[in-house]
């Protein structure tokens, strides 16, 4: 079955300086990864995905993420942190070499970036 | 393009008693989700819809949770009774495919206080 880790509950930066969120995951087959962001009382909006090809995703509000097969992992990263990037971040994965096998959630890691 | 659409938003019931939750999905979705986020954790699907088919109800609670989705758009999801542990966030998704890397797109969210 497949399965996320997000090493870090929470993450700090200072405003401008660059974000990184980490993601790890374990999957039988061809991983098909996804990030999420949730602000408060909203439901989850889809940042970026990465299903095949180009290593380097680019996704909505200048976000982007890097696969990277051996070591497994899915980062999330900026460049440039805004104060309205703070919120909750949830990466995802599905086997995509098993149909329709359901997508599973990480535990989330809460951004905020001060000003 | 409208989104998906919750309702109600917040519901408080007491222990025992039952509750309906209801989603629109976006127009021309043939596959729609139920997610369960219990506070700080990640969604977890509770059933998957294709049209007005079930594909995945494995995480079901099925001895008090039912879902139903009769003309393959809108779909009720119903606990009963309700117990305290029940107390999360409900959230519905949408997407066009069940297969592969269509992304999800997420109402608002039902979020349930049981007492």
């Known amino acids: 079955a497949q399965s996320v880790a997000q090493p870090e509950d929470q993450v700090n930066v200072a405003e401008g300086n660059p974000l990184t969120v980490k993601c790890t995951y374990s999957v039988s087959g061809n991983p098909y990864l996804f990030w999420y962001v949730q602000y408060p009382n909203r439901g989850l909006q889809f940042l970026l995905k990465y299903i095949t090809g180009d290593n380097l995703v680019k996704g909505s509000y200048g976000f982007e993420a890097e696969f990277n097969k051996s070591q497994t992992s899915f980062h999330l990263k900026k460049p440039s942190a805004l104060v309205s990037d703070s919120a909750l971040y949830f990466c995802a994965v599905r086997d995509g070499s098993q149909g329709a096998q359901k997508l599973v959630f990480g535990q989330g890691t809460r951004l905020t970036i001060n000003p | 393009e409208a989104g998906v659409a919750q309702s109600p938003r917040y519901k408080i019931i007491e222990k025992r008693q039952s509750v309906a939750f209801w989603c629109n999905p976006i127009s021309g979705h043939a596959t729609l989700y139920w997610y369960q986020q219990i506070l700080g954790q990640g969604p977890k699907l509770l059933i998957q819809?294709?049209?007005?088919?079930?594909?995945?109800d494995s995480q079901l609670p099925k001895d008090r949770f039912s879902a139903e989705r009769l003309k393959g758009v809108d779909s009720t999801l119903k606990i009963q009774p309700a117990k305290l542990e029940d107390s999360a966030v409900y959230l519905c998704a949408s997407s066009q495919g069940f297969s592969g890397g269509y992304e999800q797109y997420f109402g608002p969210g039902t979020r349930l206080t049981v007492t």
């Open positions: 819809f294709q049209n007005n088919g079930v594909v995945d």
